[in-house]
């Protein structure tokens, strides 16, 4: 079957290390070449790792307890026993944001703004009903204020009322016969071909989604990929009975920051719900929105109710004009209305149920946790992303000594795409300044980086807390074999 148009987007690289970190320093590890150099250095990660997890820990203490006072379960008790007021509660509130937007950005998720909003919902994937969001049930205070004090840039237009979070690009690959969408956009184009001969397609055009396409809007940061879609196809009779494969990318992660409306006079709704989602696909990324209304008929869907019933009319009055009434006229042409207005209908009930199959779907598999345990996971992402950006940039120092900023930004991409494939934007400017903090790396007048020797950097770091703790442990462990050894010894055996 030939193929349509290509549906293109650019997409903004990310900063995100993806591999998982055993796997990053057993690799940077195999790569060192002196055994006693690969001994240090594997010191050296763990030194850093229980080091930068000793930053964050307060931090993330003061998140927890503060998400505690909000959960949506539980929080509504916990602060009628604080006995606050409405100012202090308020502040609490609002630090509690500004601790979860920290996290957020160390984490590397960014706020979907509009133009990302408006490709995700110029093209469909799975999801084929217009999905509308019933405002009237969400908070607009809390993320309101909290923008007004911290000032961001590109917010999309909802973002008073809630936020979405999204990190990371994947692609979702369906194969299937899709007999009824196939239908459905062969009919739509029949549409959109009578409405370009009488001149009303003007009433129907929407708004197209701006799209960087001009060299000028070229950053050397964004990459492509490539929608494959039904609409775009070159469809027929003929190829109705054929399986299709589509193709949509995804947000790796999504999460989802709201509040929901008050409906108690005689309290305010305090609870901030926070939902975090896997590998969703950005056509259908209407299937996370809080708060959703129930779908209904498509405007296109009413259209061809409308059209069909004055087709039909216009077709059965002039038959009855006529000096002979053919009834076998008449019946066929009530049964082709009527057939076609079922079709309609019966299509919206299949889009329905697959509406209702995706939203099951993203609540048991797509949806990974909520609330306390959407933080502590990002709590501990943010370690991981902080360890393997260290970890990364002070090796590629390491092996190949004193850098620029651009030059170790593009030597730590380029290690990262040849030993794991992955294409990223890596954040150079935060790991040098936590290499600085932890003072193991020097800078010379000319602002070029270089890392200390890996003895020198472990002795710098110094012995951490944790390493007192497991040798401890190894020292208890083996104190009973140590005791039972020297009895044997005793008894002269």
């Known amino acids: 079957m030939g193929k349509g148009k290509k549906d293109i987007i650019r997409l903004e690289r990310e900063s995100v290390i993806a591999v998982i970190k055993p796997r990053l320093i057993m690799t940077l590890t195999n790569l060192i070449e002196q055994s006693s150099d690969r001994t240090e250095f594997l010191k050296l990660c763990k030194r850093v790792e229980y080091t930068i997890r000793a930053w964050y820990l307060l931090q993330f203490e003061d998140l927890m307890q503060l998400y505690s006072l909000f959960d949506p379960v539980h929080g509504a008790q916990r602060l009628e026993q604080q006995k606050l007021d409405d100012e202090e509660i308020d502040e609490l509130e609002q630090n509690f944001l500004m601790y979860l937007f920290q996290v957020m950005e160390k984490s590397n998720f960014k706020i979907a703004n509009n133009e990302e909003i408006e490709v995700a919902a110029s093209g469909q994937y799975l999801l084929r009903l217009p999905i509308v969001v019933d405002e009237s049930k969400l908070d607009n205070r809390l993320l309101k204020k909290y923008f007004e004090g911290h000032p961001t840039e590109d917010i999309p237009d909802f973002a008073d009322k809630y936020v979405i979070f999204r990190r990371g690009i994947g692609l979702d690959k369906t194969t299937g016969w899709f007999f009824m969408e196939k239908v459905d956009i062969i009919i739509a184009r029949f549409w959109k071909y009578l409405l370009q001969i009488t001149k009303l397609d003007m009433f129907f055009k929407k708004p197209t989604p701006k799209k960087r396409d001009s060299e000028s809007d070229t950053d050397e940061d964004d990459f492509f990929v490539e929608r494959i879609r039904l609409e775009n196809m070159e469809l027929s009779v003929q190829t109705l009975l054929l399986k299709n494969t589509i193709q949509e990318p995804t947000f790796d992660r999504i999460i989802v920051v709201y509040r929901q409306a008050t409906t108690d006079e005689d309290g305010s709704e305090r609870g901030i719900h926070i939902k975090h989602f ?64 079922a079709k309609t209908y019966f299509s919206f009930q299949q889009n329905l149920a697959q509406y209702q199959n995706l939203i099951t779907q993203s609540m048991y598999e797509k949806q990974l946790d909520s609330g306390r345990g959407t933080l502590l996971h990002l709590c501990d992402d943010v370690i991981q992303q902080e360890v393997k950006e260290v970890i990364v940039s002070f090796y590629m120092l390491m092996e190949q000594g004193k850098a620029t900023l651009p030059d170790l930004d593009k030597w730590c991409e380029d290690l990262i795409k040849e030993q794991f494939n992955d294409d990223i934007n890596f954040d150079v400017d935060d790991a040098v300044k936590k290499l600085e903090k932890l003072g193991i790396v020097t800078r010379d007048t000319l602002g070029r980086y270089s890392a200390v020797g890996l003895k020198r950097a472990n002795e710098i770091i110094g012995t951490t807390t944790e390493e007192v703790v497991l040798k401890a442990k190894q020292d208890a462990a083996n104190a009973p074999a140590s005791s039972a050894a020297a009895a044997v010894a005793a008894a002269g055996y």
Do not use: Q
């Not at 969703?280 to 405007?299: C, F, R, S, Y």
């Open 278 to 341: 896997k590998n969703i696909p950005m056509a259908d990324l209407e299937i996370v929105l809080p708060e959703k209304k129930n779908p209904g008929l498509t405007p296109m869907d009413w259209l061809s109710f409308i059209g069909s019933a004055v087709v039909g009319l216009v077709a059965v009055i002039t038959s009855i004009e006529t000096t002979k009434v053919d009834l076998w006229v008449m019946f066929a042409i009530l049964s082709t209305v009527i057939g076609y207005c």
